[in-house]
């Protein structure tokens, strides 16, 4: 399945995350083989992540990456039927962590600060405010505005 990513030209992230996500599930699972591969195995590692902590974000990523795995089985006749299609992914939105808000009262305060603040990051003040400014209206994030060149 990895080659199959890569020919679909993934980026090497989402290629380790996806094969690190299924490669944890298989373990934790004791999966040795495809037909041990089952719906009740995948629920119980989502239900055992939940009681470690784990995010509904978190879960859905790995719950995501190892039923496109059954699916990919299916589709190259590895499998006759999708084992895991029975698996619903939880909502991120029933268990967000991280409440992201626009910054009212703040903004004028960071810029000026910033603006007036010394390097960082190889970055001078005036140009972390630029950034910021693009952030904002972009709604990139700093690893998207990263990449920008």
């Known amino acids: 399945m990895i080659n199959s990513l890569q020919t679909q030209a ?5 290629i380790m995350k996806t094969e690190r996500h ?3 599930i298989i373990n934790n699972s004791n999966v040795k083989t495809l037909s041990e591969l089952t719906a009740e195995k995948v629920d119980s590692f989502a239900i055992e992540e939940k009681n470690q902590g784990k995010s509904a974000r978190t ?3 790995k719950l995501t990456a190892i039923k ?3 699916n990919w089985c299916v589709k190259t006749n590895r499998l006759q039927v999708d084992p895991l299609k029975i698996v619903k992914k939880p909502s991120p939105q029933s268990d967000r962590r991280l409440k992201r808000r626009i910054l009212e009262a703040e903004w004028p305060w960071l810029m000026r600060a910033t603006g007036n603040g010394t390097t960082l990051r190889g970055l001078s003040g005036q ?3 630029l950034l910021y400014r693009t952030a ?4 990139f994030r700093a690893k998207e505005l990263s990449h920008i060149k």
């Open 59 to 61: 879960i859905q990523q």
């Open 127 to 129: 140009e972390r405010c």
């Open 136 to 139: 904002v209206a972009t709604g």
């Open 68 to 70: 496109q795995f059954s």
């Open 22 to 24: 299924i490669d944890a």
């Open 10 to 14: 993934r980026s090497k992230t989402h």
